[in-house]
């Protein structure tokens, strides 16, 4: 009995001590969440870091918030709230069925950016992530946001048009879109070369890195994605675009031409572009040092 009585007094004891603990400890987190959600059962991975002027940056495709490490830490050291938001089905993010279009990754911003009160945000996006911030400026007439930066740019549409003889070509979208289906391992493990705008530009260790995350999206919405890109006409749009924009560019991308980025320059009134004349698609790191004191820059302007 006296055995018992002792472990149960020592039992009481330390239950007692721990909550005592959880009551007077002091959080270490600032309790931001990790995942919003956007609609029923469907979450996005949110990168929150810093504090002060938030900037908001929106990945290409297929990789993830993870494009932009050497981002996060430069810009929470110069003062400012960085914001990395996977799209779904991509990363971390959930991967649900159903569309994956342009009003669907707009929508899905408004969502986060509304619930983590952001506003006077300078928003990024890389190459199809081009695509996805200018729809989301001109579909929502700049909500929250009070410049836009568009990184490698997919131009105002990706694909030659009618009047429009940048980018792929029909052909060559179509194999592009065929390769997710049937050999998407082949394609991501050539994507991450083509991100050299120079040979050696980028480190085997960097282009192995850029891989492991394109092949941690959905392969559906790999596809699903790519295509809707390819649909996209932003053309009509541009003209209502009336915020700061600057367009950063590699002079020797491979991927998303710099004439296409010109092209975007011409119809954005009092936009300006920032030529990497090293860099190529992977300009943010082949030149990291210039693209993150011309973000900066751009942020505080």
């Known amino acids: 009995m006296k055995t018992i009585a002792l472990t149960i007094t020592f039992l009481f004891t330390f239950i007692q001590s721990q909550l005592l603990f959880a009551q007077t400890r002091k959080p270490a987190s600032l309790g931001r969440e990790e995942y919003i959600e956007v609609e029923?059962?469907?979450?996005?991975?949110?990168?929150?870091?810093?504090?002060?002027?938030?900037?908001?940056?929106?990945?290409?495709?297929?990789?993830?918030?993870?494009?932009?490490?050497?981002?996060?830490?430069?810009?929470?050291e110069?003062?400012?709230?960085?914001?990395?938001?996977?799209?779904?089905?991509?990363?971390?993010?959930?991967?649900p069925y159903g569309k994956y279009d342009f009003d669907t990754f707009s929508d899905d911003i408004k969502v986060v950016l509304e619930k983590l009160k952001v506003e006077n945000a300078t928003?990024?996006?890389?190459?199809?992530?081009?695509?996805?911030?200018?729809?989301?400026?001109?579909?929502?007439?700049?909500?929250?946001?009070?410049?836009?930066?568009?990184?490698?740019?997919t131009g105002p549409s990706w694909k030659q048009r009618e009047g429009y003889p940048y980018g792929i070509t029909d052909q060559g979208a179509a194999d592009l879109?065929?390769?997710?289906?049937?050999?998407?391992?082949?394609?991501?493990?050539?994507?991450?070369?083509?991100?050299?705008?120079?040979?050696?530009?980028?480190?085997?260790?960097?282009?192995?890195?850029?891989?492991t995350i394109n092949l941690n999206a959905s392969p559906y919405a790999t596809t699903q994605a790519i295509t809707a890109l390819r649909d996209l006409?932003?053309?009509?749009?541009?003209?209502?675009?009336?915020?700061?924009?600057?367009?950063?560019?590699?002079?020797?991308?491979?991927?998303?031409?710099?004439?296409?980025?010109?092209q975007l320059q011409k119809a954005i009134k009092g936009s300006y572009i920032v030529k990497f004349e090293k860099g190529?698609?992977?300009?943010?790191?082949?030149?990291?040092?210039?693209?993150?004191?011309?973000?900066?820059?751009?942020?505080?302007?």
């Open 233 to 262: 006409d932003l053309r009509p749009e541009l003209s209502k675009i009336k915020m700061p924009v600057a367009i950063f560019h590699g002079v020797n991308d491979k991927l998303c031409s710099l004439a296409g980025a010109e």
């Open 78 to 95: 110069k003062g400012f709230r960085v914001i990395g938001i996977s799209l779904r089905g991509f990363g971390k993010s959930d991967r």
């Open 40 to 76: 029923k059962n469907v979450k996005l991975h949110v990168i929150d870091l810093g504090e002060g002027q938030p900037v908001v940056l929106i990945h290409g495709w297929p990789l993830n918030n993870e494009m932009y490490e050497y981002q996060y830490q430069y810009l929470v």
């Open 123 to 153: 928003l990024g996006g890389f190459s199809m992530g081009s695509a996805v911030t200018l729809h989301f400026v001109t579909k929502y007439k700049g909500a929250h946001i009070s410049k836009l930066a568009l990184f490698g740019a």
């Open 177 to 211: 879109i065929k390769q997710t289906k049937t050999s998407r391992e082949q394609l991501v493990a050539g994507f991450g070369k083509a991100f050299e705008g120079q040979e050696g530009g980028l480190s085997p260790e960097s282009i192995k890195w850029l891989e």
């Open 280 to 301: 190529g698609h992977g300009l943010f790191l082949e030149e990291m040092d210039k693209f993150n004191a011309e973000l900066e820059k751009f942020a505080r302007m």
